[in-house]
């Protein structure tokens, strides 16, 4: 088993920046693809960011260019650098993780190891 323990949520003004991180433990190796997801209220969950064991990274077209993923060497820690931010980006935030290099961002059902989540508002 994999666990996933996400942090840095808050709330910031429109244009502003925040980094969320996700520590994971447990049965480490199994893990080739992590990845950010996030649900807004009464919407469905979506992709965020992807990023491979190598290094290979994915975005949703509406991050593009405003949000970063990245990793540590020992590729135990996931990060999500959060710029421009915008009050639709108001969401829960989820670290997610799976075996195979498949890496994903348009859909969650690769995925079977999950974060508890973390809020990100965004005030305008």
């Known amino acids: 088993q994999v666990q996933l323990v996400e942090s840095g949520g808050g709330t910031v003004q429109a244009g502003g920046s925040l980094r969320l991180s996700c520590a994971a433990s447990g049965e480490t190796y199994r893990v080739l693809c992590m990845a950010w997801f996030r649900q807004a209220p009464g919407q469905s969950r979506e992709g965020v960011a992807s990023i491979d064991n190598k290094g290979t990274t994915a975005y949703a077209d509406s991050v593009r260019g405003r949000f970063v993923i990245s990793q540590d060497n020992t590729k135990e820690n996931l990060y999500l650098q959060m710029n421009g931010l915008k009050p639709e980006d108001t969401a829960v935030y989820y670290c997610?993780?799976?075996?195979?290099?498949?890496?994903?961002?348009?859909?969650?059902?690769?995925?079977?190891?999950w974060g508890q989540g973390a809020q990100v508002t965004v005030s305008s």
């Open positions: 997610a993780a799976k075996a195979g290099i498949y890496c994903p961002t348009h859909t969650e059902s690769p995925y079977i190891y």
